[in-house]
Each structure stands twice: as C-alpha cells, then as structure tokens.
C-alpha cells in the first residue's frame, strides 16, 4: 500500500486489489511454477529454470531491484504532495483542467507548484501553460524546468521536440525511462504541489508513475469526466485501476457541465447527464464529486494564448468552480 503523509478514509467500500496483479510483475507470463522472478541471484539458474524459454535472457540479465529508485526517492523528498489527474477517455479537457488547477494553485505566491506532464504523445501543457517556446536547460544538479510563473514549475516532453508537429513514436520502454528521468533529473526544488497531468486510459505511463513512485507515495487521484455515459464508463474503469493500484481517489471533477453565456450567465447543458452524470455515478461508487466546471468559450481562447483565465476572467462561474475544488482538495489532504 503507498504511504500517505495524511491517512485519508477509504474512497469506497470495495476493497484495494493486490498491486501485484496490476503493476508490472518480476515473473514473466510463460514462465514454470517456481519461478524466482527475474531479479533474483537464482535467475535462469534455479532447478526451476530448466527447460523454461527465458532461461539463457535471465541469467545474462542485471540483478536486483531498479538502481534508479533511491535517486527518485531523493529528488522526491522536496515535493510535499503529488497528485495524478486522470480520466478515461480523451477529449474531456484533463490537461485544460490541469492546468486551470495549476494556475489557481500558483495563485498563492507561497504556494511551490509544479506540472509534470507525461502525456508522452499527446502533450498539450506547453501550450497551455504559455510555454510553447522553451526548452530544458541542463546544469550539474539535473535539468531545470520551464517556469510559468516564479512558483509554477513545468516539465514536459515538449520542451524537447524539434516542433510542435513532431509526432513522438515510441512504445513502452521509451516512455518509461522518460518519465524515470522526469522524476530524477529534473532539479524540482521545493514544490508543495507536484500536480501529474496523465494521457488517457490505464497504460505504460500510468503503471511507471505509480511504479516509480510507489515508495516516496501519491497523495491522491482527481478523475476527470463529462457528464455524458460514454465518459462515466471509462471513467470507471480509472477507479477501478486507482484500487488495484492503491491510489487514493481525492474525488471526481464534472468537466464541460453545462455551458455559461459570458453576457447573461445562463447556463444550459450541452452534453446532457443522461446517467446522472458525475454527480449520480460518484454516489454509487462512494467517491466524492470535488465540483462541476461549466463549459466557458474564454476558457479555450486562454488556453490557445497560454494565459491564465482564472486571471483573466475572476467573475467567471468557472473559475468559481476551479478556486472550490482547489479548496476541497486541500481539505481533504489535511492542508488547511
């Protein structure tokens, strides 16, 4: 189970799953009975490893537990809370909702925060954040991240395409090791709130944060989702994995709900809950709804300019939305 520096109660009533069923396993999926895993000193040489296929790659292979994890641990030692934003399906403005969580956080001069974006594919936060041209500089102690603002750090694997175009075609093991580098090169300094911005669904990226940062701990999950079924059902499926995993889930984020007229400030629904949307879904699963964020157009003219709308536009309902999350979130954590 990951150690919270501030216990939080269970988020439901349905029981964490081992994280070994989940996490990648030390014993590969063809291998016999009694196995002893692949970094054992016993690799490809036990009585149990005749006649099994991987037995001439696990004796040749490096031994032992990941060298990298006490840098990680280190480097993570300055950073007082992490928290990962996940949602099951793209499209529902996590990475939009990262940042608006970032901006208000960093709203506080006192407060250290940070952005890591391992949207390895996809990475939009550069943009977002206003940092569309800045690159990684590197020194003795690591690499620096870009700043936004004095106290808003980021780090993205966008700082380090040639352009904005440049697709990023990697599989698994590249990502890993980016991300491994995220965490223990980059000098963050004191943060305290490392906020995650995730791609969607439950992959390589989500199973190597949670890996990477099993010992140093996650403070908790925020699901991201709209209020229309097809996003509530991936979007189960994410708290399904965050149990398995043993990552607590701060509470559920309804984004695009509804939409509010910058002139009369009216709100209607454009993507109608016809399941009841967040709110209805988070009551049956036992998980906190933190607050609903109207869809706002001035939120996406922000976003393409880089600007903060909680700046921009402070009457706006959404920012609203955005400050009583923010609230409820350190609430929760015991940060009040």
Not at 183 to 208: A, C, F, N, Q, R
Not at 289 to 317: A, N, W, Y
Request: a negative charge.
């Amino acid at each position: 189970m990951i150690a919270l520096q501030h216990p939080l109660p269970p988020p439901s009533p349905i029981p964490l799953g081992p994280t070994s069923t989940v996490l990648p396993s030390h014993v590969p999926d063809n291998a016999p009975e009694h196995c002893p895993g692949v970094e054992s000193t016993q690799a490809g040489k036990a009585d149990a490893c005749e006649g099994c296929p991987n037995q001439s790659v696990c004796a040749e292979g490096p031994k032992g537990p990941d060298p990298d994890l006490p840098l990680i641990r280190e480097r993570m030692k300055s950073v007082k809370r992490k928290i990962l934003v996940l949602s099951g399906k793209g499209g529902v403005g996590k990475s939009t909702f990262t940042a608006g969580l970032t901006w208000a956080l960093a709203a506080d001069e006192e407060c250290q925060t940070g952005i890591m974006d391992i949207d390895i594919c996809g990475p939009s936060i550069p943009l977002l954040m206003g940092l569309s041209s800045s690159t990684v500089h590197t020194s003795s102690s690591g690499w620096s991240p870009a700043y936004a603002l004095d106290n808003l750090a980021v780090m993205s694997i966008g700082f380090l395409l040639p352009s904005n175009s440049d697709a990023v075609i990697w599989r698994g093991p590249k990502k890993n090791g980016l991300i491994k580098q995220f965490l223990k090169d980059v000098e963050w300094g004191d943060l305290d709130y490392m906020i995650v911005d995730t791609p969607p669904g439950t992959s390589d990226e989500h199973l190597s944060i949670v890996q990477y940062l099993k010992e140093t701990g996650i403070d908790g999950a925020v699901l991201v989702t709209t209020p229309q079924e097809v996003a509530l059902q991936d979007v189960r499926k994410e708290i399904d994995f965050c149990r398995k995993v043993g990552i607590p889930i701060l509470g559920l984020v309804e984004n695009m709900s509804g939409f509010v007229c910058p002139k009369c400030k009216n709100e209607n629904e454009i993507f109608a809950p016809t399941t009841g949307g967040a709110q209805a879904m988070g009551k049956e699963l036992g998980i906190e709804l933190l607050g609903k964020v109207p869809l706002d157009p001035r939120i996406g003219m922000t976003c393409d300019q880089g600007m903060s709308f909680l700046d921009e536009f402070p009457d706006s309902p959404a920012t609203t939305a955005y400050l009583d999350i923010v609230q409820r979130i350190r609430e929760i954590l015991g940060d009040e």
